[in-house]
Nanobody, 125 residues
Framework: VKLAEFGGGSVQIGGSLRLSCTASGYTYKTTCMAWFRQAPGKEREGVAGIDSDGTTKYADSVKGRFTISRDNTNDTLYLEMNNLKVEDTAMYYC????????????????????WGQGTQVTVSS
């Protein structure tokens, strides 16, 4: 499995960014995908996840500001991030697991074995 993230960058407080992630190298049709992030000196944390049936889960810190979506026809995951805050600064990682696991397990890092290289998001005042 190969995951590649795009769309990171530097924005000011209140700005917006759209991350995308392309997935390839597998044939299993039912997958869940998610975005995690990791700031320097902190644990990797779940941001948002989505099952193939459209079930979504968000971290409380991003609810109402971030929107996760996916295009199953081209195996692409998106994260629309609005009203960005300084605390959103982190490396953002795309991840994938086989099966619809977000619904039953939420943003549990342990269910994911496939990870991208990450894309940096920096929010400044």
């Amino acid at each position: 499995v190969k995951l590649a993230e795009f769309g990171g960058g530097s924005v000011q407080i209140g700005g917006s960014l759209r991350l995308s992630c392309t997935a390839s190298g597998y044939t299993y049709k039912t997958t869940c995908m998610a975005w995690f992030r990791q700031a320097p000196g902190k644990e990797r944390e779940g941001v948002a996840g989505i099952d193939s049936d459209g079930t979504t889960k968000y971290a409380d810190s991003v609810k109402g500001r971030f929107t996760i979506s996916r295009d199953n026809t081209n195996d692409t995951l998106y994260l629309e991030m609005n009203n960005l805050k300084v605390e959103d600064t982190a490396m953002y990682y795309c991840t994938l697991a086989f099966g619809d696991l977000i619904g039953p397990y939420g943003l549990n890092k342990d269910i994911f074995a496939q990870w991208g290289q990450g894309t940096q998001v920096t929010v400044s005042s």
